[in-house]
């Protein structure tokens, strides 16, 4: 497993948890990604600047995502489900990781930690998301991440 995809499995536990309490505060946040990080700086930077960011901008992803998932309103989707699409959706609109990427990843995590349905329906919305920004080019995720 890559690292990057590691850091994402993490934050995604803590959005996860953000989205039933409180969000924890940024030093606990730090700290919590640098023990499951094992120390690493990078990957604890890369963690903590998405999860803050998804919290910074969870509003406004939402707004995005509720008009761009067809008869599905963010306060129904299932929880992973509602937080892996924030975190792709900050992805692609407010990092520098490629669409593409932001996308595929966003597929593996809803086959590892979702229902079956999970990762096409992710993936449709994510590609409505990097269309709308990108002009609409083809940036849905590689068939072979895409088998449900």
């Known amino acids: 497993m890559s690292t990057r995809r590691r850091a994402r499995e993490v934050v995604l536990q803590l959005l996860y948890e953000a989205d039933l309490n409180e969000p ?3 030093e606990l946040a730090r700290k919590f990604f640098l023990s499951r990080m094992q120390g690493r700086n990078a990957l604890t930077d890369f963690a ?5 960011g998804v919290i910074a901008e969870r ?3 939402d707004q995005q995502l509720g008009q761009l ?11 992973v489900d509602r937080n ?6 900050f992805e692609i609109v407010h990092s520098e990781t490629p669409p593409t990427v932001a996308i595929n990843e966003a597929v593996i995590l809803a086959k590892r930690y ?21 002009g ?7 068939p072979e991440t895409d088998d449900g």
Do not use: C, E, T
């Not at 903590?48 to 803050?52: A, D, G, K, N, W």
């Not at 998932?69 to 929880?79: C, I, K, L």
């Not at 229902?115 to 920004?133: C, E, H, Q, T, Y």
């Open 114 to 134: 979702s229902d079956v349905k999970s990762p096409r329906f992710i993936n449709g919305v994510l590609d409505k998301l990097a269309k709308s920004k990108n």
């Open 59 to 61: 509003y406004q992803i």
């Open 84 to 89: 892996i699409l924030r975190l792709g959706a």
């Open 48 to 52: 903590f600047r998405l999860f803050q």
């Open 24 to 26: 924890r505060s940024a």
């Open 136 to 142: 609409d080019a083809n940036i849905s995720a590689s």
């Open 69 to 79: 998932a067809n008869r599905w309103s963010v306060s129904r989707m299932p929880v």
